[in-house]
Structures are given as C-alpha cells and as structure tokens.
T-cell receptor, first 111, second 113 residues
Framework: GENVEQHPSTLSVQEGDSAVIKCTYS??????FPWYKQELGKRPQLIID?????GEKKDQRIAVTLNKTAKHFSLHITETQPEDSAVYFC??????????FGTGTRLKVLA | DVKVTQSSRYLVKRTGEKVFLECVQD?????MFWYRQDPGLGLRLIYF???????EKGDIPEGYSVSREKKERFSLILESASTNQTSMYLC????????????FGPGTRLTVL
C-alpha cells in the first residue's frame, strides 16, 4: 500500500546550524504535503505545507521543497534554536480526506 | 482558536474491558479523525468521519469502532481492550478539504493491563 518514508529518525545539530529532514512518498496522486511539529508532551501542530503545483515554499526560518518527479519532499530549518527541538512529521495526502504520515524525526538542537 | 478536546489525558484499563475515548471540537468542522501514535511508527489513522453518522476505515481499524452522532463529537470504542492497544490516541478535526489543516487534540495515553 501507499506509504511515506521519513529520514533520519533522529537528528542532532548545533544551535545556529541548519537541519534537513527528508520524506519520500509512493502515491503519485498525492497533491498536498503538510509538516507537523510535536513538542514534548504537546499536540502536533502544522508548521508549513506545500501543494503539488509549487516547488518550494518559505516561512521565515523554515522552508519546504518538493520534487514531484522523484516523489520526495524536504523540510529545511535554518539558524536552528533550542525551541526547534521537537518531533517533526511529514505527511502526504491520500484521496479526498486523508493523510499518510511519516514515522517522525526527533530533532535535538544542542546549545 | 480551534479547540479540540479529549475526554481523558491518561486512562488505565484491564484486558477485555470496553473502552470509550471521546473527542469534541468547537469549530463546526466536518472531518474528524482518530489516530494512534507509537514510537517509530508515526501517526496511523484508525478511522475518520466526514459527516454525522458517516465513517470510513483508516489504515488500522481492527479492534476499534467509532460513533459520530453529533457533528462536534467523535468517539473511539475499543470493544474488548487488549494489551497491544496500549498507545497514545490522538483525535483531530478539519474543514472538509484535504488541504484544510488538521487540528489535533492533546491525546489520551491508554494503558491496557
């Protein structure tokens, strides 16, 4: 069945460095790709998303890129800060209502 | 602010018990979802509902059922709880489009002994 692979599962970076998380999807019909951030003990929250007709989207220090041909998309965080430490989930749309989520990346920003 | 609430943050049940998890949203959202979150497995969809009394199976529906009698409330039912259903359960709601943001509740950590 359709799935979304996410790498790496854990990522440690020094404060101020960049972090990149990569996802690959299998369903060629997927056309919407959100990213959620889940801080420890809290609920997941949408941080950025991209639609299939766009190659890149930026919002301050975070950006998402999409390569439809290769079926992969990535989250880029620049100038990382301690408050960026969290678990990040990518997702790809499936059908009219649903997402398939990746398995998550635990990002640690070291001060 | 969208508010999605869940009936319990922590729940401990015995094997074989019937368990009800409730989710309420106050934004008049059409779509509601139940996910299960396990380490290393991400968020997996159990069931979702796109309208009152309408439901569809997600990716892991076995051992679960759902009920949506009112638009704001979506219940997840474990007919006979088993130890492998020990997990974090997250509810979410959204407007009807797949590009509409899903808003999550705080989660219920269920332990089945």
């Amino acid at each position: 069945g359709e799935n979304v692979e996410q790498h790496p599962s854990t990522l440690s970076v020094q404060e101020g460095d960049s972090a990149v998380i990569k996802c690959t999807y299998s369903d060629s019909a997927s056309n919407y790709f959100p990213w959620y951030k889940q801080e420890l003990g809290k609920r997941p929250q949408l941080i950025i998303d991209i639609r299939s007709n766009v190659g890149e989207k930026k919002d301050q220090r975070i950006a998402v890129t999409l390569n439809k041909t290769a079926k992969h998309f990535s989250l880029h965080i620049t100038e990382t800060q301690p408050e960026d430490s969290a678990v990040y989930f990518c997702a790809a749309s499936k059908g009219t209502y649903k997402y398939i989520f990746g398995t998550g990346t635990r990002l640690k920003v070291l001060a | 602010d969208v508010k999605v609430t869940q009936s319990s943050r922590y729940l401990v049940k015995r094997t074989g018990e019937k368990v009800f998890l409730e989710c309420v949203q106050d934004m008049d959202h059409e779509n509601m979802f139940w996910y299960r979150q396990d380490p290393g497995l991400g968020l997996r969809l159990i069931y979702f509902s796109y309208d009152v009394k309408m439901k569809e199976k997600g990716d892991i529906p076995e051992g679960y059922s759902v009920s949506r009698e009112k638009k704001e409330r979506f219940s997840l039912i474990l007919e006979s709880a088993s130890t492998n259903q020990t997990s974090m359960y997250l509810c979410a709601s959204s407007l009807p489009g797949v590009t509409d943001t899903q808003y999550f509740g705080p989660g219920t950590r269920l332990t089945v002994l």
